[in-house]
């Protein structure tokens, strides 16, 4: 069973199991209304300043629905316009929908991982925080292992010298995932990709991941 723990893909063919990204929470309830599994967030480049706590207001009302098997994307972007006290409020905000839901929470980082370790260490969270689309040097993941953090990791990692990859394979075995992320490429590509750097079975890395996705995300 191939687990895609994080997709911005909704209608495309299925290989596996995957949790469908919901950015714009005015169709929540739609999307929940249909077949699928979901996260759902504030991603830092759709926060509305004006309006946000409206949008936490939203996921609240719902983020018990089993079919939303984590909260996010959220998280914290050094590289956008918006102030970054505005884009830590919001992030709070999806912290405590996290712990009050108790499912784990799907992390956007860029060029903000001293304060994303602060705040981990500051709120010593109880869920699972899991950096999605990881593609940064290995020493900052070694750092946040510390912390107790997961990995998730997509279609850079079949570009064999890339950043993605070399963190995969030094990474524990006990604390990724893999994702397909907005990437057009098969579920199953990545996956293939994904055991040829760890040197292990195709089969043993699904059965392996699928493991973990039904202990962290409670599924099943």
Same mark, same amino acid.
């Given at each position: 069973?191939?687990?895609? +723990? ?14 469908? $990204? !919901? ?21 830092? %480049?759709?926060?509305?300043? =004006?309006? %946000?706590?409206?949008?936490?207001? !939203?996921?609240?009302?719902? /983020? ?15 590289? +956008? *316009?918006?102030?970054? $006290? +505005? @884009? @830590? ?37 109880? @869920?699972? %925080? ?7 040097? %290995?020493? +900052?993941?070694?750092?946040?292992? =510390?912390?107790?953090f997961y990995f998730s990791f997509g279609s850079a990692i079949l570009h064999h010298k890339s950043a ?6 030094? /990474?524990?075995? =006990? ?5 397909? *992320? ?25 059965? =392996? ?12």
């Amino acid at each position: 069973m191939l687990t895609d +723990i994080h997709s911005h893909h909704f209608n495309a063919p299925l290989d596996g199991i995957r949790i469908s $990204n !919901i950015l714009n929470v005015d169709r929540l309830e739609e999307y929940l209304a249909g077949e699928g599994l979901f996260s759902v967030g504030i991603h830092p %480049w759709h926060i509305h300043p =004006d309006h %946000w706590e409206d949008d936490i207001a !939203i996921i609240k009302k719902n /983020m018990a629905n089993p079919k939303i098997l984590a909260l996010g994307e959220a998280g914290l972007d050094r590289l +956008i *316009d918006l102030p970054l $006290n +505005i @884009q @830590q409020d919001v992030f709070m905000s999806m912290i405590e929908l996290s712990e009050e839901a108790q499912k784990p929470l799907i992390i956007h980082c860029v060029r903000s991982f001293a304060e994303l370790a602060s705040l981990h260490r500051a709120v010593k969270p109880k @869920q699972k %925080w899991i950096i999605h689309g990881f593609n940064i040097r %290995w020493e +900052i993941a070694k750092g946040l292992l =510390d912390q107790d953090f997961y990995f998730s990791f997509g279609s850079a990692i079949l570009h064999h010298k890339s950043a993605a990859a070399l963190a995969l394979e030094k /990474m524990p075995s =006990d604390r990724f995932f893999l994702e397909t *992320d907005e990437s057009h490429e098969p579920l199953d590509s990545i996956f293939a990709a994904a055991a040829k750097i760890r040197g292990v079975n195709e089969h043993v890395l699904s059965d =392996d991941l699928f493991g973990r996705f039904k202990e962290i995300f409670n599924y099943g």
